[in-house]
C-alpha cells in the first residue's frame, strides 16, 4: 500500500493510505479521559441538539433490532457512553425483557454510572452482542478492528467522514490524540467489508441535526 507520511504534527505524524481511503494518526499522546470529559457530555445531555441526535439513534437501535428479530433475547453494546444519555434514551423505548443494554467505557466515571446501574460490560466480552453501537467512538480506538469484532449482528456506527488527507486535517475533527481513524466514505465501506460487514445503510442525519461532516453506517455481519 502507498503510504504517505505528511509531517510532525507536533502530537503525531498523519499516516494517509490513498488506496484504501484512509488515514491514521501514529505517535499521539492519548486523551485523558476523566471527570471533565464525563461532566462535559453530563451538561450537554439536554440540550436540543443531543436530545435529536439520541432519538435518531434509538430508532436506529430499533431498526436494527428488527434485523435480528428471531433471537429470543438480545444484547447490546454502547461502547463509549459519554455520560450514559444514549442507554437512558433507549433503557424508555426497547422492549422491556427482549433486550439487555449493556455498555463499556474507560473513563472511570463511566464505569462508575455503569456499575451504578449494573450495565457494565467489556467490549471483549467472550460471545461477544447482537448489537455494537459506536457513536463517535470507532475513530478513538487504538485498533477498531477489535471493536467491530464484538458485533455478533449489526455495528451502529456514526463517525466523521472526510474527501482528502488534506480535508481530515483541516476538519474541525482533526483532534490529535483523541481522533486516531480518519476514513473517506469509500474507505470505511472496504474496512467494514474486510472485517466481516456489509453496509446496509447509510444516514447524513447527525449533520443535518447539526453535527457537520458525520454519518453513521448500519453494518450488518455476513454469515461465515
Not at 484504501?20 to 499521539?28: P, V
Not at 436494527?64 to 447490546?76: E, F, I, K, P, R
Not at 467489556?122 to 477489535?146: I, K
Request: proline share 5%; charged share 20%; net charge negative.
Amino acid at each position: 500500500m502507498l503510504r504517505h507520511a505528511i509531517g510532525n504534527l507536533g502530537a503525531g505524524q498523519m499516516i494517509w493510505v490513498e488506496p484504501a481511503g484512509f488515514g491514521y494518526l501514529e505517535g499521539c499522546s492519548p486523551s485523558i479521559y476523566d471527570a471533565g470529559y464525563f461532566a462535559h457530555y453530563r451538561k450537554i445531555c439536554e440540550t436540543p441538539i443531543a436530545k435529536a441526535l439520541n432519538r435518531f439513534r434509538v430508532d436506529l437501535l430499533l431498526d436494527a433490532l428488527d434485523l435480528n428479530a428471531d433471537a429470543q433475547l438480545q444484547t447490546v453494546l454502547d461502547v463509549g457512553i459519554g455520560d450514559g444519555a444514549f442507554l437512558r434514551a433507549a433503557a424508555a423505548r426497547v422492549p422491556f425483557g427482549d433486550v439487555t443494554l449493556k455498555g463499556c467505557d474507560i473513563n472511570p466515571l463511566g464505569v462508575e454510572y455503569l456499575e451504578q446501574h449494573d450495565q457494565l460490560a467489556q467490549l471483549e466480552d467472550p460471545g461477544g452482542f447482537d448489537v455494537v453501537c459506536f457513536w463517535d467512538v470507532l475513530e478513538h480506538l487504538p485498533d477498531p478492528r477489535v471493536g467491530l469484532r464484538a458485533a455478533r449482528s449489526v455495528a451502529l456506527v456514526s463517525i466523521p467522514i472526510f474527501e482528502s488527507q488534506l480535508h481530515a486535517l483541516k476538519s474541525r475533527h482533526f483532534k490529535p490524540g483523541e481522533h486516531l481513524w480518519y476514513f473517506t466514505r469509500r474507505g470505511f465501506i472496504a474496512f467494514a467489508y474486510q472485517e466481516g460487514f456489509d453496509v446496509v445503510d447509510i444516514r447524513a442525519t447527525e449533520s443535518a441535526i447539526g453535527r457537520d461532516g458525520i454519518e453513521t453506517f448500519v453494518l450488518q455481519r455476513r454469515p461465515a
